[in-house]
């Protein structure tokens, strides 16, 4: 790995239930449960799991749109979590994201040109209204629109266009992270390589790094150059995106791996399903929290102990009492 651009460490994210005429907490939602990982710079880290496994919330709390409940965040070696109002806003212009959404993230009332420019306004990163103006046309063509495209509303445009106008936002201010939440998860497969191959073009052109959320091991095979797989708020698995898809160790690994296509229509791969519904984080069972669904658990063990995340050989870290 490159030297690291972002450093996480054992970020906890717990949301309140409130109940009652009084709204007091009656119980917690345990997102995120000690999460550590680094990313290299100019590097993409893939963060992969089920829905509601805690990926979107460790994003968000990376970017402080969500408070961590404790846990420490180090971007270019300054403490984002420690950081006042003022700093943690020029922060925003080296870290930025692109949200799922490509329909309900852009204001259907302001025009593209409004939408790209609103960060140059923020940041005042252009002096005159022509700089202002040629900044985002510069933007537009980057992520392959054109000048024409600025004076439109989102509604006039395509998922996978909108998901450009998106990234482009995301650009203006010229950010050295990108927090990229399931960026393609709401269009359509073939639009999909469209926007992954984007953002691998912006990636080299502007040395940028990306923390890739997606629910499914396929969407960040090719982006990814490091892959954390997530399970009820912790990771279980982290490794080089090469050992990932050829060696993995986790059960939960080999199970959402095993629903990755592969193009050779001759080469077959077993299918592993996994049993019942992802627990509710508000009671995660005790010790591996995955040994409800695993096919290989050991009881009483993978009930009583929570395995910790170990090192098994250079940069492949697992989670399981049998496996590594
Ligand atoms: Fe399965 Fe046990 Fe490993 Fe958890 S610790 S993944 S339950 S074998």
Same mark, same amino acid.
């Not at 054109?146 to 509303?153: E, K, L, Q, T, V």
């Given at each position: +790995?490159?030297?690291?651009? !972002? ?12 109940? =009652? ?9 345990? /997102? ?6 680094? @990313? ?36 270019? %070696? &300054? ?15 080296? +870290? ?9 993230? @852009? ?17 005042? @990163?252009? &002096? ?25 509303? $989102?509604?006039?445009? *395509? =998922? ?13 201010? *010229? ?9 393609? *998860?709401?269009?359509?497969? *073939? ?41 009820? =708020?912790?990771?279980?698995?982290? /490794? ?7 060696? $993995? ?13 592969? $193009?050779?229509?001759?080469? &077959?791969?077993? #299918? ?13 069972? %005790? ?5 409800? #669904? ?6 009483? @063990? ?6 910790? !995340? ?15």
């Amino acid at each position: +790995m490159t030297e690291p651009i !972002l450093r996480v460490r054992n970020l906890v994210k717990n949301f309140s239930v409130r109940g =009652g005429i009084l709204a007091r907490e009656v119980d917690r939602v345990h /997102a995120v449960d000690n999460v550590s990982f680094e @990313l290299g710079t100019g590097q993409t880290l893939g963060l992969v799991g089920e829905s509601g496994c805690g990926k979107s919330t460790t994003g968000r709390c990376i970017l402080r749109l969500i408070e961590p409940t404790s846990g420490e965040v180090w971007f270019e %070696g &300054k403490n984002v979590t420690k950081l006042g109002r003022r700093d943690l806003r020029a922060l925003c212009r080296d +870290m930025q994201i692109i949200f799922q959404d490509p329909y309900a993230s @852009l204001n259907p009332r302001m025009t593209v040109g409004s939408i790209i420019g609103e960060a140059l306004t923020i940041h005042g @990163l252009a &002096k005159t209204r022509q700089e202002y103006e040629e900044r985002i046309v510069q933007l537009l063509e980057t992520v392959g629109l054109n000048a024409d495209h600025m004076r439109r509303f $989102p509604h006039e445009f *395509s =998922g996978g266009q909108r998901q450009r106008i998106g990234i482009a936002r995301a650009l203006a201010v *010229s950010p050295k992270l990108i927090v990229c939440d399931e960026p393609v *998860s709401a269009l359509d497969v *073939s639009i999909q390589a469209q926007v992954i191959n984007l953002l691998e073009d912006l990636q080299q052109q502007f040395s940028l790094s990306y923390l890739f959320i997606a629910h499914d091991l396929s969407v960040v095979e090719h982006i990814s150059t490091h892959v954390a797989v997530m399970y009820l =708020g912790r990771i279980v698995e982290i /490794a080089s995106a090469r050992e990932l898809y050829t060696s $993995p160790l986790h059960p939960y690994t080999e199970a959402l791996l095993s629903a990755v296509p592969i $193009p050779d229509p001759k080469a &077959k791969r077993a #299918r592993i399903m996994l049993q019942g519904d992802v627990p509710s984080p508000i009671r995660p069972p %005790g010790g591996c929290h995955f040994h409800t #669904r695993c096919p290989i658990r050991q009881m009483p @063990l993978c009930g009583a102990e929570k395995p910790e !995340l170990r090192q098994t050989s250079e940069g492949h870290w697992v989670s399981c009492h049998l496996r590594g």
